[in-house]
């Protein structure tokens, strides 16, 4: 249920309004617009009789929001959610690049990568220290080693770091390292992860589940939001079809989907969508065309001997050629990328 308040209402009033809705039954989460607040009640009473809340004084209009993801929906926050970090924004007119290697394999490895991407303007380095493979006997990542290694590089170059968490009991680790936590495909619905990282003041990038629908998605950046973490931006990274010739099916779709939906910031991830560096140029121009907030790819400067997943890897030139038509294409649209 969505509670739109009078503009100027006064706090004694709005603490008013809040009290009655928890006395109700319900969570109350708060939003701050650029004109008015509006309340998102979270709470299944079917049969509640809203007349009960707009009667109350302050209260301009109650609506019911029909979808299952109630602070996540563009009903409860018509505005872009934008994330800012440091000298970063997420969701605004910028459009963000992530880059770097799949893993964190030794310490020149990550400074290598950070200085190519750096040098055409990235602000946000990646880099798996913990990699969760579909075969327990591929590379599992550096651990704590690979986090000092890949903080000491993003430093270094005054980049954020972004790093995926793999279960709760790493949450405080990870945490003294990056700058955004990064929820992998295999954890989109560790509700326990999800709930947890609700209560992290950080960011969180949740990606797209391998055979998630849109609304699966959704519901488990509701699982964030829910648990009190406002800073949530989701990543389309492709998607398990029948189709053999790239990894997963990139779905582009997504992206202006989401974007009518939920007031969050997406990003697109052509790297793992396609599994092919020839793939991830062409997807990576189609994901800014479509409306994505930012590009997550994957970078090596030797990727024939990267610990893994190195055929989708961009080799440096590739990158800075990838940055150029990206930027080109961003003013076409009325947007930017440094």
Request: charged fraction near 25%.
């Amino acid at each position: 249920m969505i509670v739109i308040l009078e503009q100027g209402i006064s706090d004694h009033n709005l603490e008013n309004v809040i009290k009655h809705l928890e006395d109700y039954g319900f969570i109350v989460n708060k939003s701050v617009g650029e004109e008015r607040v509006i309340l998102g009640a979270i709470g299944v009473q079917p049969n509640f009789d809203t007349r009960k809340i707009k009667i109350l004084e302050g209260v301009k209009d109650v609506f019911r929001i029909t979808e299952p993801f109630k602070l996540a929906s563009r009903s409860y926050k018509k505005e872009n959610t934008v994330i800012k970090i440091k000298d970063v924004e997420i969701g605004g007119k910028e459009i963000n690049v992530i880059a770097g290697p799949c893993s964190v394999e030794s310490e020149e490895q990550i400074f290598n990568i950070a200085q190519i991407v750096n040098k055409s303007g990235v602000k946000i380095l990646r880099g798996g220290a913990f990699k969760p493979r579909s075969s327990p006997y591929a590379f599992q990542g550096l651990g704590e080693e690979g986090l000092k290694y890949l903080r000491k590089a993003a430093d270094h170059f005054g980049m954020l770091v972004i790093t995926e968490v793999l279960e709760n009991s790493m949450i405080d680790l990870v945490y003294k390292y990056t700058d955004i936590f990064q929820i992998g495909a295999r954890n989109m619905q560790n509700y326990s992860l999800l709930k947890e990282l609700g209560s992290v003041k950080k960011p969180i990038m949740l990606k797209r589940g391998f055979s998630a629908t849109v609304e699966d998605w959704l519901m488990s950046a509701e699982y964030i939001l829910a648990n009190g973490n406002s800073e949530v931006f989701l990543c389309e990274r492709g998607i398990r079809t029948f189709e053999t010739y790239t990894r997963n099916t990139f779905d582009i779709s997504s992206i202006p989907v989401v974007h009518k939906k939920s007031h969050l910031p997406v990003f697109a991830d052509p790297s793992h969508a396609t599994g092919l560096r020839d793939k991830v140029l062409p997807m990576a121009r189609a994901a800014v065309a479509a409306g994505a907030d930012g590009i997550m790819v994957e970078v090596h400067y030797d990727p024939e001997k990267a610990l893994s997943d190195g055929p989708q890897a961009l080799l440096p030139d590739q990158f800075a050629e990838m940055m150029r038509q990206i930027k080109l294409i961003a003013e076409i649209i009325g947007r930017y990328i440094h």
